[in-house]
C-alpha cells in the first residue's frame, strides 16, 4: 500500500490518471493506512490490559493467602500482635544456658546469641546474615566481656527489628521480631543421640560374652571389678576345690 502511494506522488505517469481517479486512490490509501495504525494499536491497548489484569490478580491471591513462610515465622505472635518481654526474657534464658552446665541464665554468650537468632529465624540470610549478628554482639557487649545480659540483648534486637522488618516502624518491627522469640527453646540439631540398634545390643549382652571376657561379669551382669581382671590367691587355708568352706564351726556346735 505504501508503494503505491509512493507511485502516485512520484512516478509522471500518474499525472495521466484523471483528477478524481487519483483522488479515490489516495484517499483508499491513506484510509488503509489509518486503520492498520489503529488496529495496531487496539491490539496494544488490549494486551497491556491483558497484563494489568493478571498482575492485579496475582495482587489478589497474595492478599487472600500470604506466603507460607512469613505465617510460620509470625506464628509465635500473640492474637494482638503484642509479646510480652517476660516470654522474651523466656527464650533468652532457655537459650543462654544451653550447652553449659555452669550457666546461670542470666548471661549469653556469643555462640548461643547466634544460635537464638537461627533457631528463631531472625537470621534469613537476607535482611539479616551472620555477619550483622556478630557485629550487633560485638556493638551491645562491654568492651571486655564475652557475654551480654538481658538488658544487652534487648538492645541488641532493637538493631536488628528494623534489618529484619524492612518497612516496618520501628516498634512494630520489635514486635514482630519478639514473635519470633515467644515460646520458642533451643533445636537440639546434631545432638548425638545413643543408638538403639541390635548389634548394639548383642555386643553389650554379658550372657553372650565368652573366655576371659565372662569371668569379669557375674550372672545378673554386674561387673566384678579388680577379682574379675585378676587372679587373687586364695589365702583361706583351704585345699582347692574344697566345698566346705565355713561350715566347719557349725559342725562342731552340733557335735
Not at 49 to 72: C, G, M, S, Y
Not at 190 to 208: I, M, N, Q, S
Not at 235 to 244: D, F, H, L
Request: with cysteine; proline share 3%.
Amino acid at each position: 500500500m505504501m508503494s503505491l502511494l509512493c507511485w502516485l506522488v512520484l512516478s509522471p505517469s500518474s499525472l495521466l490518471l484523471p483528477a478524481s481517479l487519483y483522488h479515490s486512490i489516495c484517499v483508499i490509501t491513506v484510509n488503509k493506512q489509518g486503520a492498520a495504525g489503529r488496529r495496531r494499536a487496539r491490539g496494544q491497548r488490549q494486551e497491556k490490559d491483558k497484563t494489568t489484569k493478571q498482575a492485579n490478580r496475582f495482587t489478589e491471591i497474595l492478599t487472600e493467602h500470604p506466603p507460607l513462610t512469613e505465617a510460620v515465622l509470625c506464628a509465635g505472635s500473640m492474637a494482638d500482635g503484642t509479646v510480652s518481654l517476660a516470654e522474651v526474657e523466656t527464650a533468652f534464658q532457655k537459650f543462654a544456658v544451653h550447652g553449659d552446665t555452669k550457666a546461670t541464665g542470666k548471661e549469653m554468650n556469643g555462640k548461643n546469641f547466634a544460635k537464638i537468632c537461627k533457631d528463631c529465624h531472625i537470621t534469613d540470610g537476607k535482611n539479616v546474615t551472620t555477619t550483622d549478628v556478630d557485629i550487633v554482639f560485638s556493638k551491645v557487649k562491654a568492651k571486655s566481656a564475652r557475654v551480654i545480659t538481658f538488658e544487652q540483648f534487648n538492645q541488641a534486637l532493637t538493631e536488628l527489628a528494623p534489618k529484619r522488618f524492612k518497612g516496618k516502624s520501628k516498634d512494630e518491627a520489635l514486635q514482630q521480631l519478639y514473635g519470633l522469640l515467644a515460646g520458642k527453646e533451643p533445636a537440639n540439631v546434631g545432638v548425638t543421640k545413643v543408638a538403639k540398634a541390635a548389634a548394639v545390643d548383642r555386643l553389650t549382652d554379658t550372657t553372650k560374652y565368652t573366655g576371659s571376657h565372662k569371668e569379669r561379669f557375674d550372672d545378673s551382669g554386674k561387673g566384678k571389678g579388680k577379682a574379675g581382671r585378676e587372679d587373687i590367691p586364695d589365702t583361706s587355708g583351704y585345699v582347692a576345690a574344697y566345698k566346705g568352706t565355713g561350715t566347719y564351726d557349725e559342725k562342731v556346735k552340733d557335735a
